[in-house]
């Protein structure tokens, strides 16, 4: 199966769509999809070309996106939020000719700078679903094109260096489409899609899974508490996919009746503090199913199944994943220990774009290496211990920072939490520990040094504590924890 078939996957007079005021069955879905097509082929677009996508959340994207992909050319989405500048690293990076945009964009002169002496077509992304006279119908793609040929090329963030593309085959997106069974989508199911289209966590759970189904996606550019919680009462929202920032918000602003139609409340993108999950659930008496992947992943790699999630818990492996945790040698840890986690499966990436050196070192011995570190309980669900990258080693033990922002989490006041390492002379590292505070509240440092020893080694407390207004997020709601180091070193606060 191919990504743009899923146009298919519900019954033509059944609702797919509903952009704001704008509604689309799946025999309008259909439609918008073709006449996209043929747009972008009379535009020149050909198999194996690279098109970007520049947008917000929006039925058009979908439109564009299903358009681009049915063509046997790479979409390329890239998110709105970035500098020109890492804009135009993108475009020159993936050889992009061709950008559906929803406004203007800047970057001749920055591509120019760069060495990327192409002239890029852009085209009006609102328009590409409207049937223009005069189109004569693209060809079908060749009857030798395969589900493993290329389908997206998703750029990773960049936190250690430039941006990587994790090429994303048809067959990637679709198995991991599959490997959602336990997540119990119906055709009447309606999902809302508020995470941005452009990263994977988004794309996948949030549109391709439930077209999978036939299911309705109802589409919000952005988030925003109150038009969220408005959308799933008015619409009747059965399953929302988020990251832990926004549960954290509905819960202070939702009612429990606002949230009476939910069945499913799924979590990703970063860890989700226990807190912030049995706040939640206390409030509105719905779990939350915490999932774990990357974009290299498709991304599902791991989710607790519906009705049956583990608070804390990534959930266990989703179909069709092998899996193994291993030490600094290679070697598969003791039951119960902490290792890496390498996985293989049909979701897993083809490589990373003209890198090859990369891919390699990503790929070792057929394992794909997330750079996790995870353990398993008896029950085969998992646990992110911690990012290998940001574990701190100090005095040659090893701290992993989420056990102790899990614990800083839970004190009054404390509204988000990162600890990171900082070098220290005699140790080589120390954790530094940056956090906001809930309205109104004020916490004694003294106090919250005492709480963490009375629950943690020694070696494990922060060195210093920095009070910050609010944590700088990602796009998708991680913790930049790279972006803190770099802008908010500030005097520690007192005892």
């Not at 804390?312 to 070697?331: A, F, K, Q, T, Y």
Request: aromatic share 10%; proline share 5%; charged share 20%.
């Amino acid at each position: 199966m191919l990504v743009h078939e899923l146009a298919q996957g519900g019954q033509p007079n059944d609702m797919a769509i509903i952009d704001h005021e704008r509604r689309y069955t799946y025999e309008d879905f259909q439609g918008a999809v073709t006449a996209c097509r043929d747009y972008l082929y009379a535009k020149g677009v050909r198999q194996g070309d690279r098109v970007a996508i520049f947008s917000r959340n929006s039925a058009d994207y979908v439109f564009a996106y299903f358009g681009i992909v049915s063509l046997g050319a790479m979409a390329v989405p890239i998110n709105f939020q970035l500098s020109l500048r890492e804009i135009a690293f993108i475009i020159k990076d993936s050889g992009a000719k061709h950008i559906m945009t929803y406004q203007p964009l800047e970057i001749d002169d920055i591509l120019w700078e760069m060495g990327y002496f192409v002239q890029t077509v852009r085209h009006d992304i609102a328009k590409c679903g409207i049937r223009q006279e005069g189109l004569s119908a693209a060809p079908p793609l060749p009857e030798d094109f395969s589900p493993q040929n290329p389908c997206v090329l998703i750029y990773t963030s960049g936190t250690t260096g430039s941006p990587k593309g994790a090429v994303l085959s048809h067959q990637n997106l679709i198995s991991n489409a599959k490997q959602m069974i336990h997540m119990g989508c119906e055709s009447h199911h309606r999902v809302l899609c508020v995470l941005p289209m452009y990263h994977c966590f988004g794309w996948t759970c949030s549109v391709l899974y439930p077209f999978y189904h036939g299911a309705r996606v109802v589409i919000l550019d952005s988030f925003t508490p109150k038009e969220t919680i408005d959308v799933i009462r008015r619409e009747g929202i059965t399953d929302i996919y988020v990251v832990p920032s926004m549960c954290s918000l509905i819960t202070r602003l939702g009612t429990a009746e606002d949230m009476k139609s939910l069945r499913l409340v799924v979590s990703g993108g970063t860890t989700l503090p226990q807190k912030i999950a049995d706040d939640f659930i206390e409030k509105f008496g719905v779990s939350i199913s915490e999932g774990y992947g990357l974009s290299e992943t498709s991304p599902v790699v791991t989710m607790n199944p519906a009705g049956k999630a583990k608070v804390g818990s990534i959930g266990p492996m989703v179909p069709e994943i092998e899996w193994r945790l291993i030490d600094g040698d290679g070697r598969d840890v003791p039951q119960g220990e902490a290792g890496e986690l390498i996985v293989k499966g049909p979701n897993i990436m083809l490589g990373y774009w003209n890198l090859p050196e990369a891919t390699k070192e990503a790929f070792r011995d057929g394992w794909f290496h997330t750079g996790d570190v995870a353990r398993v309980d008896e029950d085969g669900y998992l646990y992110i211990v911690d990012r290998l990258k940001d574990m701190i080693i100090s005095m040659g033990e090893n701290i992993y920072p989420r056990e102790v922002e899990e614990l800083i989490y839970k004190f009054p006041g404390i509204q988000e939490a990162a600890v990171i390492g900082v070098e220290d002379k005699l140790r080589g590292q120390a954790g530094a520990c940056y956090y906001s505070l809930l309205p109104g509240a004020t916490i004694n440092i003294r106090e919250l040094k005492k709480y963490l020893q009375q629950n943690l080694a020694l070696y494990k407390i922060p060195r210093e504590f920095h009070e910050l207004d609010a944590l700088p997020r990602t796009a998708t709601g991680k913790i930049a924890k790279r972006m803190i180091l770099k802008h908010f070193k500030v005097t520690p606060k007192k005892s």
